[in-house]
Structures are given as structure tokens and as C-alpha cells.
């Protein structure tokens, strides 16, 4: 049996629309990693020599001369810092909120807070799966035996489809919040998700932000005060002892610290961060405060 060699027509061709697409999306991110470079380098001085307010009023200016529309702010509404220092320079800024469908009651009111009192357009990110069907599939209580699926079913994968409409989007990092985020930039390509971050409160303390809060009456979460310093999901957050790491109190009993949206920038890593336990988050978390669990209407893009 003799073989002939392979016509050029026997190869698999390529998709010539695919390959439209792919070379859109480089020529989209190497533009978008090009801005990135600019910004770092144009806020440099700033960061330097700014006091953090300056610095945050400076990034968040320049990500709105930038970006204009296509700028979103990630908010948990554990407080509105972030989106009240950045709605100055982008009134009516998109905010992202990711409604887990497992937050405390407080959480959502203070998400409502923001939408009434400042100028900003709430954006409510939700997984394609409610709770009840995420239950069904998976088994009821997912965040006790495995939070790295959980938070990748109901924070990274709806916030990874969101942020595709977007050039940019500023979170609320900061560098005093530990170890993992002791490096983080005020502008940076964001690897993870393809788009620039701008990180405005980098340089900020966590005492720094609850006493902008405070002192300029915004909505901030009334479990701030109840000794939750980082708050989460009500199955994954507990309260913290006075001087503990503010962090301690999410996904406590686990290796895990981060949800996948920030880890070292990488958010892949850290959706295969899976830990152990020795007794159920939901012992200790059988405080006074009463866990929401709904899927309510609204808005998302
Ligand atoms: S924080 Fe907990 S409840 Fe919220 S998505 Fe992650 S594992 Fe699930």
C-alpha cells in the first residue's frame, strides 16, 4: 500500500473568521497593555510623592480620561469608598456588584445605599445558576466543602463574562491588606482577566478608608462596626478578634484567602486554592446575623 503525501488541501484549515478574531483580540490587548505601561508611568510621580488621596483622585481621573464608558468599579459593599473617590472623576461610573446570593442582609443594604446616595450605576453580577440550582447540581452547602468551585461558579466566571464588555476595571486592593497584596500597582495590565486594573486606593490603610467613610457620611456596612473588618459571603466570613489580620475572618479553617478576583494577579492560581477543615464554617459562623439567601431581580450587562 503505498501513502502519497499530504495535499496542502488535506490540512484542517483555520477558521478565517476565528482567525479575525484572535488577531483582534491581540491587537485589543497588546493596546490595552500599551495604556497600562502609560498610566504606571504617568501617575509614577504621583504615587511617589502623593498623599493617598491625591494618588486615588489621580488614577481615578486618569482612568476616566482614558476609558471613559468602558470603565467599571468592583464594589463589595463592605463600605463606597472606591466608587465615591472614583464617581468624582466619572460621575455615573458602572459599578459592579457581585450578588453571590449568599450575602448578609447588611450587605444588601448597603448596596442599596449606594445606588440611591451616590452617582453611580449599580451593575448586579450573578451567576447563571442560583443557589437553589447550584444546590441541586452540587449538593447543598458547596462553600463548606469546596469554596474554590463555589467562588469560581459565583464570583469569577459571572465577573470574567462582565468585565469582557469593559477596557478597565479599578478595584479597591490595597497593600497593607496582607502578604499576597503587599506588591500590588496602582496600573496594571490584568493578566487574568485581559483588561487594565487600576488599583486607586493602593497606598491607602484600612483606617484610612473607614475614616474617609466615616468622616464624609457614605454608605458603610453596619458589620464594620460588629467586628467584621473584611466582609464576604455570610457562610464564609466570621468575626475577628481585635489586632487578629482583618483577613482572618474569611474562609477561616481553609487555606484560602483570596476568591480568585486578585491572588498575585493571577486569578487561575487561586481558583485551584482548595483547603481542609477540622470543623464546619457553619459552627463557627452561627452568629447573630442572618444570611440572605436570594436571587433578586435587577440589572445586568
Ligand atoms: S465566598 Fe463562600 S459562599 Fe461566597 S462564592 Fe465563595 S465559597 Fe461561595
Known amino acids: 500500500m503505498s501513502t502519497s503525501p499530504a495535499r496542502s488541501d488535506d490540512r484542517p484549515r483555520e477558521n478565517p473568521r476565528e482567525g479575525d478574531a484572535s488577531a483582534s483580540d491581540q491587537a485589543r490587548t497588546e493596546r490595552l497593555r500599551r495604556l497600562a505601561e502609560e498610566g504606571a508611568a504617568e501617575l509614577a510621580a504621583i504615587e511617589a510623592s502623593g498623599t493617598p488621596q491625591e494618588i486615588a483622585a489621580a488614577a481615578s481621573a486618569w482612568a476616566a480620561r482614558t476609558f471613559g464608558d468602558s470603565l467599571a ?3 463589595s ?3 463606597s469608598v472606591l466608587p465615591e473617590v472614583v ?21 444588601l443594604e448597603t448596596r442599596d445605599r449606594v445606588e440611591r446616595e451616590l452617582d453611580v450605576h449599580i451593575v448586579d453580577v450573578r451567576a447563571k445558576a442560583s443557589v437553589p440550582e447550584q444546590d ?22 459571572p465577573l470574567r463574562e462582565t468585565l469582557a464588555g469593559y ?17 500590588s500597582p496602582l496600573v496594571t495590565f490584568d493578566d487574568a482577566f485581559g ?23 457614605l454608605p458603610m456596612n453596619p458589620l464594620l462596626e460588629q467586628g467584621f473588618p473584611s466582609i464576604g459571603c455570610a457562610p464564609c466570613t466570621r468575626r475577628v478578634a481585635p489586632g487578629e489580620d482583618p483577613r482572618a ?11 480568585g478576583l486578585h491572588a498575585g494577579d493571577d486569578a487561575e492560581d487561586d481558583l485551584a486554592d482548595e483547603g481542609s477543615r477540622d470543623e464546619p464554617i457553619s459552627v463557627r459562623n452561627r452568629i447573630t446575623l442572618t444570611p440572605v439567601d436570594h436571587h433578586r431581580s435587577g440589572e445586568r450587562r
Open 77 to 79: 459593599m463592605a463600605d
Open 136 to 157: 441541586a447540581e452540587h449538593g447543598p452547602r458547596l462553600h463548606d466543602r469546596d469554596p474554590g468551585l463555589c467562588c469560581a461558579m459565583r464570583k469569577v466566571t
Open 249 to 259: 475572618g474569611r474562609w477561616a479553617g481553609f487555606e484560602k484567602t483570596e476568591c
Open 73 to 75: 468599579v468592583a464594589c
Open 167 to 183: 477596557d478597565a476595571w479599578i478595584t479597591g486592593v490595597r497593600r497593607d491588606e496582607g502578604p499576597t497584596r503587599a506588591d
Open 87 to 107: 464617581a468624582r472623576q466619572a460621575p455615573g461610573v458602572d459599578v459592579l456588584f457581585l450578588d453571590t446570593g449568599y450575602h448578609f442582609a447588611e450587605t
Open 195 to 217: 483588561l487594565v486594573k487600576i488599583n486607586p486606593l493602593v497606598t491607602w490603610t484600612l483606617e484610612e478608608v473607614n475614616g474617609y467613610g466615616y468622616e464624609h457620611h
